[in-house]
Nanobody, 122 residues
Framework: QVQLVESGGGLVQAGGSLRLSCAAS????????MGWFRQAPGKEREFVAA??????GYADSVKGRFTISRDNGKNTVYLDMNSLQPESTAVYYC?????????????????WGQGTQVTVSS
């Protein structure tokens, strides 16, 4: 089973950028298809982005501003976030699934990190 640890969250002003990292251990990220989710206070966890092989998928709310990528040599997945807005404030989670395909449902993922807080001030 893969273990995931997120980092890179923090406080940023509206319009700013952040790069989140998800370091994997126990297995290589090439064995998995990866996703990013977020959960704002009082809201359900929602899909942000996913990568399966060379394919990527994004929630409509982040399309064109967020980019998911991976560095196989570092066994790490990234989420680059640009033009951040206050509504992006949430805990961001990295997740992994063994089966091929872009999936937006959190139930499709079997491994999760502990999350990293992103706060965007207006």
């Amino acid at each position: 089973q893969v273990q995931l640890v997120e980092s890179g969250g923090g406080l940023v002003q509206a319009g700013g950028s952040l790069r989140l990292s998800c370091a994997a251990s126990g297995r290589t990220v090439t064995d998995y298809n990866m996703g990013w989710f977020r959960q704002a206070p009082g809201k359900e966890r929602e899909f942000v982005a996913a990568q399966s092989g060379s394919r990527t998928g994004y929630a409509d709310s982040v399309k064109g501003r967020f980019t998911i990528s991976r560095d196989n040599g570092k066994n790490t997945v990234y989420l680059d976030m640009n033009s951040l807005q206050p509504e992006s404030t949430a805990v961001y989670y990295c997740a992994a699934r063994r089966y091929y395909g872009i999936r937006a449902s959190s139930s499709a993922y079997g491994a999760w990190g502990q999350g990293t807080q992103v706060t965007v001030s207006s």
